[in-house]
């Protein structure tokens, strides 16, 4: 891949308001994963049924995928803050109910406690349908045009190392600290990303950008675009079917618990170690931008994605198996650069929430979706055959990609990028 060093590395962070953005996103991913990981750890080692582990993923995409359409609409429709304050609210308090369902647990309430982790998933569902849309159409108005490509930059880094410290937690604090423990100290974070929220001004929608047409009309709009923007729908199709079929994260605790056998710490660890190697790379992106010849750069980001995934599949021994994680998100956080900076460059100002939703939907269906896919195969394929699939298909999609997008490989996304 060709890189061309950046004039200035910190652009994006002399933006007061975007260091507040990007610290509250650090700490509001930080948050969700250690309750992800540990909630799924939790379900494992009382359920031991992989499927038990993809309903989680089914839990939490049906609502995002069913609402976070509208959740654009009302993003440029409304005052962006306001949206995402709602929404944040109703996750703390899908925490609290959590915490409240570790303590019946601890009273022998094990049946409800299940019950109740998978009620209080489809809320925060619920919630991020319109949190992310709103988040997403938010951030570009914090910076510049000229600044959008390292903006991207650091936001993608900061959240992956709210995807590193996260997950690399939350199997300590499970182990040492125990369910209740751990819970205590997401609801502590999501309180602390509200109070960022604070540092952010209001966004209300300008008299003349607010639409009277029909929702349906808008949501339409907004679909059409990604699909006739050649670049952005490929872009996003390729992180969807890479990460749908590609991804291992749902499944890490029966790699952790049985076929590994290094438990909750163990799990920390893998479930880490995507990040720590994003991170790496992206503090090499942002002096070295992988926009020159950006969707060659793609291509084979994903690819290499795909072959890690292979090596992870088909490895036996811990350090291996962390290496391989580690380059799977060393590979992919090429591909988030490129794609958020596609997305920030080729969207309208006016359609910036209702593309993002969109964009949202694909997300949620590779992570979500993928996730339930993910144990679905682990239950009927076996969980290593089920890796060893899914890291073949991202291989085979991604090379029918590259020959149906040929003419991408001239644009110069570096030059629309400083225009």
């Given at each position: 891949?060709?890189?061309?060093k950046?004039?200035?590395?910190y652009?994006a ?23 992800e ?25 049906v609502?995002y995928i ?5 959740g654009?609409?009302?993003a440029?429709?409304r005052?962006?803050k ?16 959590l ?11 094990t ?9 209080v998933?489809?809320?925060i ?24 490509a ?6 993608s880094?900061f959240w992956q190392?709210?995807?590193i ?16 423990g ?14 960022c ?12 950008k ?13 679909i059409?675009?990604?699909f006739k923007?050649?670049?952005i ?28 056998k290094?438990?909750?710490?163990g ?16 503090l ?6 992988p ?6 750069n793609?291509?084979?980001a994903i ?6 995934t292979?090596?992870?599949?088909l ?10 994680l580690f ?14 900076t596609v997305l ?5 100002d ?11 939907v694909?997300?949620s269906?590779s ?11 682990a239950?009927?394929?076996g969980?290593?055959p ?11 999609l ?22």
């Amino acid at each position: 891949m060709q890189f061309i060093k950046t004039k200035d590395a910190y652009q994006a962070l002399r933006y007061p308001e975007f260091r507040a953005y990007v610290t509250g996103n650090t700490l509001f991913t930080m948050a969700l994963l250690i309750q992800e990981v540990i909630l799924a750890y939790e379900i494992y080692h009382l359920t031991h049924n992989p499927l038990a582990l993809g309903l989680i993923g089914l839990a939490e995409a049906v609502p995002y995928i069913s609402l976070v359409l509208f959740g654009g609409h009302f993003a440029d429709n409304r005052d962006k803050k306001k949206i995402m304050q709602g929404s944040l609210t109703v996750i703390i308090l899908g925490s609290v109910l959590l915490l409240y369902a570790a303590m019946q647990l601890n009273s022998g309430g094990t049946d409800f406690h299940i019950y109740l982790i998978y009620f209080v998933i489809f809320l925060i569902g619920l919630a991020k349908g319109f949190f992310s849309p709103a988040a997403s159409s938010l951030n570009p108005f914090l910076v510049p045009k000229e600044v959008f490509a390292n903006a991207a930059t650091w936001n993608s880094s900061f959240w992956q190392l709210g995807s590193i410290l996260g997950p690399g937690m939350a199997g300590f604090l499970y182990a040492y600290a125990g369910l209740a423990g751990s819970l205590m100290i997401v609801i502590g974070l999501l309180l602390a990303v509200m109070a960022c929220m604070v540092l952010i001004d209001n966004r209300p929608v300008p008299p003349k950008k607010v639409t009277h047409e029909s929702i349906w009309h808008s949501l339409r709009e907004g679909i059409e675009y990604v699909f006739k923007t050649k670049i952005i729908l490929y872009a996003i199709s390729l992180d969807l079917f890479s990460v749908l079929f590609g991804g291992v994260i749902a499944i890490l605790p029966i790699f952790a618990e049985d076929i590994l056998k290094v438990g909750a710490e163990g799990l920390g660890i893998l479930r880490a170690a995507p990040s720590v190697g994003a991170v790496v790379t992206m503090l090499t992106l942002i002096y070295f931008p992988p926009l020159k010849n950006a969707w060659r750069n793609l291509l084979l980001a994903i690819a290499g994605f795909g072959v890690a995934t292979l090596v992870f599949g088909l490895s036996t021994n811990f350090w291996l198996s962390v290496t391989a994680l580690f380059f799977t998100g060393a590979f992919d956080s090429v591909s988030v650069v490129i794609r958020q900076t596609v997305l920030r460059i080729f969207t309208p100002d006016e359609m910036r929430g209702r593309v993002s939703s969109v964009n949202g939907v694909f997300v949620s269906t590779s992570n979500e979706m993928g996730a339930f896919e993910s144990g679905v195969a682990a239950k009927f394929f076996g969980t290593i055959p089920s890796v060893l699939i899914g890291a073949g298909v991202t291989l085979f999609l991604v090379t029918i990609v590259a020959f149906k997008s040929k003419d991408l490989l001239e644009l110069d996304v570096e030059k629309e990028a400083a225009g």
